[in-house]
């Protein structure tokens, strides 16, 4: 086994030192701690995201589905209200049109 060789009449060592072959051990294991937290950091976040995205569909949901029961509510009020006062003569519509604006000022 070649323990040295020479080139330009510089001699060369094949083999490292122990405490290079420490040096770059230890930068590697840094290097992978890196990417370890790295790939850690970005799954956290797109994780916080989801939950930030499905709390807001959730607040959503309520607020629509609360606004359409409240459009229902009103809207089989004012349903009842024209089956009351549906009387069909021409007198009758006056007058709901004359209660109507008067109930709108």
């Known amino acids: 086994m070649l323990d040295a060789f020479e080139i330009k009449g510089v001699k060369m060592h094949t083999e490292l030192p122990a405490e290079?072959?420490?040096?770059?051990?230890?930068?590697?294991?840094?290097?992978?701690?890196?990417a370890f937290s790295f790939v850690n950091l970005?799954?956290?976040?797109?994780?916080?995201?989801?939950?930030?995205?499905q709390a807001w569909i959730d607040a959503l949901r309520q607020d629509l589905?609360?606004?359409?029961?409240t459009v229902r509510a009103f809207a089989r009020a004012a349903q009842a209200r024209v089956g009351r006062n549906a009387c069909g003569s021409a007198e009758c519509i006056a007058q709901s049109r004359r209660t109507h604006n008067d109930f709108a000022k």
């Open 42 to 53: 970005t799954l956290t976040k797109e994780q916080k995201t989801s939950e930030f995205r």
């Open 65 to 69: 589905a609360t606004f359409f029961a």
């Open 20 to 34: 290079s072959v420490a040096l770059i051990a230890t930068i590697i294991a840094a290097l992978i701690a890196a």
